[in-house]
């Protein structure tokens, strides 16, 4: 039996080798030889996070210049989207360094990489892409992310949360709302009789984020929902709260 890989081990040649299968169908003069070998070396003494980077940016030089083109080959080969409540390494971890080629090249095209991200999303996380997008674009993104909350699809509901959140793990934190955190609220307000568990546990760990940054106005809002009869959102409250009371 093969040896599993471990996740820092994953982003390495066999995910290069992978990409390429996936990639040279959409893109038939991808250099596969050439990336790999870069991935292969490059890779070497780097952590998990910096190996996605790398990853990213092997793919920025090996693909079209044209981020048009390059995001659409990637798009091309994301698959059917993913029916369960799974996180971000489980089925489709591959995709890790396709949203990190969003959130590294695609700033300057808005409208198309909010689209990117909406289909990343729906596969693996959306939620560390869409940050520097949050910084640059705040107003297009709470409005995007306002009707994503609002989404029949469950990942776009919990990426309204999870990319919103100030102090999201293994990303740096988002402070554009931090003083004034109720345009935020407004979304979290969408979202706080969900059905969903994937959804309910990212709104109960973006509150407990807020209680951190900026206390008084989300202690405030949790004892307000504490009056709600709705299961969804007693739960989201108990999850809020399990480490810093109101």
């Not at 596969?123 to 409005?143: M, Q, V």
């Not at 969408?190 to 994937?198: H, N, P, S, T, Y």
Request: net charge negative.
């Amino acid at each position: 039996m093969a040896e599993r890989l471990n996740i820092t081990e994953q982003f390495g040649k066999s995910l290069a080798l992978l990409l390429s299968e996936k990639i040279r169908p959409a893109c038939p003069d991808f250099d596969t030889f050439s990336f790999v070998q870069a991935v292969e070396e490059g890779v070497v003494g780097k952590t998990y996070t910096q190996r996605v980077v790398f990853i990213a940016e092997q793919l920025f030089e090996h693909l079209p210049e044209d981020y048009a083109e390059a995001i659409g080959i990637l798009l091309a080969i994301l698959g059917e989207e993913n029916p369960s409540e799974t996180g971000m390494f489980t089925h489709y971890w591959w995709i890790m360094p396709i949203g990190k080629f969003v959130e590294l090249f695609g700033l300057d095209d808005y409208k198309l990489s909010i689209k990117a991200i909406e289909e990343i999303t729906k596969r693996n996380t959306g939620e560390y892409a869409i940050r520097p997008f949050i910084r640059h674009y705040p107003d297009l993104c709470l409005k995007q992310m306002n009707n994503w909350a609002q989404s029949d699809n469950f990942h776009l509901r919990r990426l309204a949360s999870e990319g919103l959140r100030p102090k999201l793990p293994w990303s740096t934190r988002l402070d554009t709302f931090n003083d004034n955190p109720e345009p935020v609220f407004e979304i979290l307000e969408l979202l706080k009789e969900d059905e969903i568990m994937f959804v309910k546990k990212s709104v109960g760990n973006h509150l407990t984020d807020w209680l951190k940054v900026n206390y008084d106005p989300t202690a405030k809002l949790l004892r307000k929902w504490q009056k709600s009869d709705n299961e969804h959102t007693k739960w989201i409250v108990k999850r809020a709260t399990r480490k810093i009371s109101i």
